[in-house]
């Protein structure tokens, strides 16, 4: 960028913004066109169809065709256009010269396929429920799906901690030793079993219950806990496996109803 | 016994003779159904051909509207035939236009409507005729590239002589819609007609 800028050697041609007398029609037309723009041209055609009730909008567009040019142009030629149309023949003008190009006669395969159903399956098919359905398993089935995996994956987390890692975990508990004992587990030898034998049946079972009289807690407690992660896994498994399926399928619905 | 009901009580012969075979269709004949199709499959398509200018597809939309109206001959309250099957086609046609609009990426081709010559006056000479031939192809083509909504209106209107509440309840909208796309149809027929003006002011 050498050299400082001058008239001789600038690329741009400057023009004065102030209007030249000797460019009069120019400036003119400018200004016309100006004007134009301001102009509501669908108000100009629609009186020109002859559509204008209101008495304001009438004497607008009677304005606008009596003072500008452009909008008159207009006028005339909307109004040619429609009697170009109206010229162009009706559906039973052309019938007579134009032929279909094929035969639309239905065949007894095709009757049969139409043929009315039952009310209730014509109400159906007019309210569209199979579509319907299609729309609404893709609109919720997806974040439905996605978060019934998710919580399925968190269940199956909480189920693996609870099994075997953290603190408070059933294999934890049981290996550490930390199940708590009965009052009556403190008996040694055979006579301790059947504390815990709670299938006798008969006196033996009735004297030991006498001296066990609440249920074992230690051993319900591991077993009640043992039965929530089971039912954690199952449940988890189940909504995991559900929420993939119910993701699967809006994707396929929605691609279904996409392409109809 | 006479048959009294109303859509068989008609003096015009053609309409006598469409209920005739209508109440023959809906009693099963498929033959009957068949004579109307055969009446009407020319002027339906013509019809149709205006609103969706792809004769591929207006044959599509014909076939529908005779698909149509069998499966729903019951529904047919009286009147004129014509009228119904010309509804029928006009809303087939309309959902041809909703499955074009999805599938935007094929645009309309150029209407060789060729086959069409217009109602020539035995007094016109050939230079009119021609002129008139002229004027309705640019037309045509024209009335390809406006918008489905517009050209639907503006045939429906101009050529088929529907009113605009008729037009309006066909298309599903309101009245004043239905005049701003003829209105904006016709400005937008002038745009693309613009240099060739002249074959119309002549």
């Known amino acids: 960028m050498g050299g400082s800028p001058c008239a001789a050697c600038s690329r741009i041609e400057w023009t004065s913004s102030v209007a030249d007398p000797k460019a009069g029609p120019d400036e003119a037309e400018l200004a016309a066109i100006a004007r134009h723009a301001l102009h509501d041209e669908e108000l100009v055609a629609a009186y020109a169809a002859g559509d204008v009730e209101d008495a304001t909008d009438q004497a607008r567009a009677r304005s606008f065709i009596e003072r500008c040019s452009t909008c008159r142009d207009i006028h005339r030629d909307v109004a040619v256009i429609r009697t170009a149309m109206r010229a162009s023949g009706s559906a039973s003008e052309r019938a007579a010269t134009i032929s279909a190009p094929r035969d639309f006669r239905l065949t007894a395969e095709d009757a049969a396929r139409l043929r009315p159903d039952s009310p209730i399956a014509r109400v159906a098919r007019r309210l569209g429920w199979r579509a319907r359905l299609d729309l609404g398993i893709a609109a919720f089935g997806r974040p439905v799906g996605a978060a019934m995996a998710t919580f399925g994956v968190v269940g199956l987390l909480i189920g693996s901690l609870t099994l075997g890692g953290g603190p408070g975990s059933l294999f934890s508990a049981q290996s550490a030793g930390a199940v708590p004992s009965a009052p009556g587990s403190e008996l040694t030898g055979p006579a301790a079993t059947p504390a815990i034998d709670r299938t006798q049946f008969g006196p033996e079972a009735t004297a030991l219950d006498s001296k066990n009289p609440g249920p074992v807690p230690g051993v319900r407690e591991t077993t009640n806990q043992a039965a929530v992660t089971v039912a954690l896994f199952g449940g988890s498994i189940a909504f995991l496996v559900l929420g993939i399926a119910l993701f699967v399928a809006a994707r396929r619905r929605l691609a279904t109803a996409t392409l109809r | ?202």
């Not at chain 2, 009294?4 to 009693?27: C, G, M, N």
């Not at chain 2, 939309?61 to 309250?77: I, K, L, P, T, W």
Request: net charge negative; charged share 30%.
């Open chain 2, 1 to 202: 016994m006479e048959d009294l009901r109303p859509t068989t009580v008609t003096e015009d012969p053609v309409q006598r003779r469409d209920l005739i075979l209508l109440d023959r269709a809906r009693e099963g004949d498929l033959d009957a159904f068949n004579d109307l199709v055969v009446v009407y499959q020319d002027m339906l398509f013509a019809l149709v051909v205006r609103m969706v200018p792809d004769r591929d597809q207006a044959s599509d939309a014909v076939q529908e509207a005779f698909f149509s109206a069998y499966r729903n001959m019951a529904g047919f309250r009286g009147g004129s035939v014509r009228s119904w099957l010309s509804r029928i086609a006009i809303n087939a046609a309309m959902d041809a236009q909703r499955l074009k609009k999805r599938r935007p990426a094929d645009p309309y081709p150029e209407l060789e409507d060729d086959t069409w010559q217009p109602p020539a006056d035995a007094s016109a000479d050939p230079v009119t005729t021609s002129l008139t031939l002229e004027r309705h192809r640019a037309l045509g083509h024209a009335m390809a590239q406006i918008t489905n909504d517009q050209r639907t209106a503006i045939v429906l209107y101009d050529v088929e002589g529907y009113d605009y509440a008729e037009i309006a309840e066909l298309a599903g909208v309101s009245v004043g819609t239905i005049k701003s796309r003829i209105h904006r149809g016709r400005l937008a027929l002038r745009g693309l007609l613009a240099d060739r003006m002249d074959l119309f002011r002549g």
